[in-house]
């Protein structure tokens, strides 16, 4: 048996191709949109991809199952156990095989077996794997968004992403009996979880890429609990904010998304076409750096600089799918990492973008302030800061008398900020200050002045208090 593992440090993403070297057969589980990695090591290894699955609806990042199956023949396995609701419209498919607990199939030697395993969302199913030609007891579980190292997935996306009332609670009870029925399993199984530190799908989950049952049962706060009503109250205590675009991939990985083959190619635009862009309001996100932004950028696009691995979730954060997106890139040759990085999170509609050159004339800088300065002006009437960073960071720690709105619904909640007075934007290193100013001058703010330094910084400088 060959079991690969491939890793998206960007979405905090993990997929894996396990083979069958006698037999040529392979089975990737959860796979990225990107194929091409599968598709490289398959052939290195001399493998057919012949079966592809993915352990339920993903809210993160949009499924590669279909693109994989249309570029290798693959049959589609795919979780037949949730309501009218968590149903794939695509599932009568030629090519699809709905799979009930229970059921099994083989990729050559290799037999999975499928546990329904309810709690992050109804459907949710994990895979044991046995390697048949030389065990007869599985060797691992490939848990999803099920158990994770140090952490189990969170209930309650069903209600604050997409929507569904009332359901985080029966998620959490679920997630309960599923994480008791992995209290009978052997310690010995390995376990492969769907996210690593970073994810969203949980609030403490490991930078360890794999760990053992047995390891999680000592050590992993989720098997330490014993009564029903506790582990409720723990699991849904302190989750992350749901980025909004959770609803978004949950849409389209239900529905099934469309293939990157079949998606217009962007053109490159003039500066004409940006400045009209802006007039009309349509949605332009500058990628470049924050020092160029700061230094020139047009007013009315949002600096969303792509020089880290978290853009591509800020942009999620804050793009409309419903209307085309506009790029202004850092460098014409980050276009195709960038598609692929927009294609992940399903930024499918996308007529151009520009090259850095339209910035070289007839822009505006972004006013920047440091800790220093502004606790000398601080005292003075008529500043605003605005703490843009996420609920526990705000708790651990602000600036006396901050006002506390998450970067994600700043566009929801422009209304709490004073348009005749100064605003000042912060965060914990700069990045998602310079964002929100960015965002609050594309949104009509005149007095907006990003903090370009980090906590560090500011908390010396500055008064904070805790929540």
Request: charged share 20%.
């Amino acid at each position: 048996m060959l079991l690969k593992y491939f890793y998206d440090e960007k979405l905090a993403q993990a997929s894996y191709l396990v083979g069958c070297v006698a037999t040529g057969e392979a089975l990737v589980v959860d796979p990225a949109r990107n194929v091409a990695p599968y598709l490289r090591l398959a052939e290195q290894h001399g493998l057919r991809i012949t079966h592809v699955t993915e352990t339920h609806i993903h809210a993160d990042f949009v499924s590669g199952s279909r693109e994989l199956a249309a570029a290798t023949g693959a049959s589609i396995y795919l979780s037949d156990m949730g309501d009218a609701n968590w149903k794939y419209a695509y599932a009568d498919q030629p090519n699809v095989i709905l799979v009930r607990d229970g059921d099994a199939w083989k990729v050559g030697n290799i037999q999975v077996e499928v546990m329904h395993t309810p709690g992050h969302t109804p459907e949710h199913i994990a895979f044991l794997i046995t390697d048949t030609a030389g065990a007869n007891r599985p060797i691992g579980v490939f848990t999803g968004d099920f158990l994770f190292v140090g952490d189990v997935g969170r209930p309650d996306l069903l209600e604050e992403a997409a929507g569904y009332k009332g359901t985080k609670e029966i998620g959490a009870r679920q997630q309960f009996q599923t994480v008791q029925r992995f209290q009978q399993l052997p310690d010995y199984l390995q376990i492969w979880p769907g996210h690593g530190a970073g994810s969203a799908c949980g609030k403490a989950l490991g930078a360890i890429p794999s760990t053992t049952l047995g390891y999680e049962k000592l050590f992993n706060p989720a098997f330490q609990f014993s009564d029903e009503n506790a582990f409720v109250t723990w699991l849904l205590d302190g989750q992350p904010e749901a980025p909004k675009y959770f609803a978004q991939m949950k849409k389209v990985n239900k529905l099934g998304p469309a293939l990157l083959g079949e998606l217009p190619q962007p053109a490159n635009f003039d500066r004409k076409t940006l400045d009209a862009a802006v007039e009309d309001g349509c949605q332009v996100f500058d990628l470049r750096n924050r020092g160029q932004f700061a230094a020139g950028h047009v007013p009315g696009t949002i600096n969303v600089p792509a020089d880290t691995d978290s853009y591509i979730t800020y942009l999620g954060w804050l793009v409309d799918y419903e209307r085309p997106v506009y790029l202004v890139l850092p460098s014409v040759d980050k276009l195709q990492s960038i598609q692929a990085d927009l294609h992940s999170i399903g930024i499918d509609y996308m007529p151009g973008y520009f090259s850095p050159e339209v910035m070289l004339h007839n822009t505006q800088a972004l006013p920047v302030i440091t800790a220093k300065e502004l606790a000398r002006r601080l005292p003075q009437n008529g500043i605003t800061v605005v703490d843009v960073r996420g609920r526990s960071e705000y708790a651990e720690g602000h600036i006396v008398g901050a006002r506390h709105i998450p970067l994600g619904y700043l566009a929801d909640r422009l209304n709490e900020l004073p348009r005749e007075s100064t605003v000042v934007t912060q965060c914990a290193s700069g990045y998602r200050s310079q964002i929100a100013a960015s965002l609050l001058q594309a949104r009509g703010f005149e007095n907006i002045i990003t903090l370009n330094e980090g906590v560090e910084r500011w908390s010396e400088l500055l008064p904070t208090e805790k929540a």
